[in-house]
């Protein structure tokens, strides 16, 4: 489902005509009814409002073939027309490709602010019901039965490009962290594998959390009590106890599903919710279709991922971590005694949203770099059509949205800060620089860092972080894929941008859409056979 927002000027226009002609025409209806009695006895103005009517219907019919006629003077000619276009395509030239930007910008690009209000407002309440309702369903501490359990924090925090100002075409997709708590017995110590000499690149952003006694627990006192929270949660590696994600996440799956179960009564009257359960590609999903709303342009279906994330200290978080690309191996392969439901991921969303805010606030008016991060986006989508569903899938893990954030962030920190040069007037300019600077680290030829845990990292911008990320090796985002895959997404990066204006002649909107013959396949729509 792809939604538009701005107004379609064909449909616009014969729709206004008709509705003031119908009114023009109920308006003599009604006065003749009530002026029948007063009706002239030869009839002699009988015909007279019938006659304004086809005025009015002449007048509105040579208003649009006029403004056809204009559209079709002052635009370039279709190229159906060859020869025998009245007007030679010689006196004028095509648009540029910031033109085109800005045209492919506002119809397939731009989010209605007013939508996306709507949207989040709804997930909001669902998601603040539905953790509060999980939060009473179960307490850190004793349960019936004798074990220790995980339990529902309270709260939730949104994350992702919908709460920081740059998601694309559709309101629909949400990710919210929901944080755990702990049993006052636990508490956790975790380590970087960043240093792990024998593993695979693909893992050195991981970390493992074995357990330790809080402080003033005496040992072996600690080690009986917690026993069955360990048995619950945890996995044996090097000798130790350690967090289990793929328990928690068994965990957490079925905590949602009861606490789903006590409020989808109390929903009902305003939306209808469903959950979709997850596994080691993606988290839980919540769906939720609204009812009832204040305006119909905001009863759209929204997914919200529900991810479980165990708090780290300073806004930081342990999340399940995504799937390696496959050339790394199975996940059962892992040396060192190391195991794979064992590895978590960190997210750093509240340092990069402060981070965001700091370059904010220190941009000048007008500044295009989120405009920029979007139009990067659609770029990639761009790239993968007329790809099969394994190499579109590749494409997208390598372009990743995190991927294309860090690449917006990486080049506004080496400026220091967004300057006059980032105005909309370069537009383009910006996103062949963010194209090249992407390019440059796909080929090897400039390291893509992980915007917090990169060498020396952003701890000024976005406040303190726990010792042991400090202490983490920097981390290579691009570094999981192999050379091949890495070239090939550089080679049709640059194919994708060299062809940007056939690519946005063919999908930038209806405007344009006459400037070029209709593709004959997915392949010859701006990709020939002998590129990637």
């Known amino acids: 489902m792809s939604v538009h927002y701005t107004l379609n000027l064909r449909v616009f226009w014969p729709l206004v005509t ?75 030239r095509e648009p540029s490709l910031g033109i085109l930007l800005e045209s492919y910008y506002e119809h397939e690009v731009r989010l209605s602010p007013h939508v996306l209000g709507h949207s989040k407002a709804h997930v909001s309440r669902i998601v603040g019901e539905l953790v509060r309702a999980g939060r009473a369903c179960g307490a850190p501490g004793p349960i019936p039965g004798g074990g220790l359990a995980l339990a529902f924090r309270g709260d939730f925090i949104q994350v992702g490009s919908a709460y920081e100002q740059h998601k694309i075409r559709r309101p629909d997709g949400f990710d919210v962290l929901v944080p755990l708590r702990l049993p006052p017995l636990v508490a956790l110590e975790a380590r970087s594998l960043g240093a792990e000499p024998a593993l695979a690149p693909a893992f050195h952003g991981c970390f493992v959390c074995a357990l330790k006694a809080p402080p003033g627990a005496s040992g072996g006192h600690w080690l ?19 967090l289990s994600a793929a328990l928690v996440l068994r965990w957490f799956q079925s905590h949602l599903q009861r606490s789903l179960a006590t409020v989808r009564y109390s929903l ?41 994330a165990v708090h780290l200290g300073d806004g930081v978080f342990l999340v399940a971590p995504p799937l390696p690309p496959s050339p790394v191996g199975p996940l059962s392969e892992l040396p060192g005694g190391l195991r794979a439901d064992a590895l978590w991921s960190v997210n750093t969303a509240r340092q990069e949203q402060k981070l965001l805010g700091w370059l904010q606030e220190r941009a000048p008016p007008g500044a295009c770099y989120l405009k920029c991060l979007q139009l990067l986006k659609a770029l990639r989508d761009l790239g993968a059509r007329g790809l099969d569903p394994t190499a579109a899938t590749q494409w997208g893990r390598i372009l990743s949205s995190y991927v294309l954030k860090t690449v917006l962030l990486a080049v506004l920190l080496r400026e220091g800060a967004p300057e006059q040069g980032w105005g909309e007037a370069h537009l383009v300019k910006r996103l062949e620089e963010l194209v090249q600077f992407l390019r440059d680290c796909l080929l090897r030829r400039q390291t893509l860092f992980h915007c917090v845990l990169g060498p020396g990292g952003a701890a000024a911008e976005v406040g303190p972080l726990p010792k042991v990320l400090r202490e983490a090796a920097p981390v290579d985002l691009l570094a ?30 209806p405007r344009y859409l006459a400037m070029c013959p209709p593709p004959r396949s997915q392949r010859t729509q701006g990709f020939p056979k002998d590129e990637p």
Request: charged share 20%; aromatic share 6%; hydrophobic share 40%.
């Open 224 to 242: 009986r009590d917690c026993k069955p929270f360990a048995d619950g949660f945890c996995v044996d590696v090097r000798g130790r106890r350690h």
């Open 268 to 308: 009902e009257g305003r939306c209808r919710v469903s959950l979709t359960p997850g596994g080691l590609e993606q988290p839980p999903t919540l769906h939720i279709l609204p009812c009832r709303t204040d305006y119909g342009c905001c009863r759209l279906s929204m997914a919200v991922r529900l991810i479980p």
């Open 18 to 92: 008709g509705l003031c002609t119908a009114l023009v025409c109920l308006y003599h209806v009604l006065r003749g009814s009530g002026g029948a009695r007063a009706e002239p006895p030869d009839g002699a103005d009988g015909g007279f409002p019938l006659l304004k009517v086809a005025v009015l219907l002449l007048l509105g019919y040579i208003l649009l073939r006029c403004r056809h006629a204009v559209r079709q003077r002052f635009l370039p000619g279709s190229p159906r027309l060859g020869s025998h276009s009245a007007v030679s395509p010689r006196h004028f």
């Open 480 to 509: 999981a894929f192999d050379r091949h895959a890495r070239e090939l997404a550089a080679a049709r990066l640059l194919s994708t941008w060299r062809r940007m204006p056939q690519l946005l002649r063919a999908y930038g909107g």
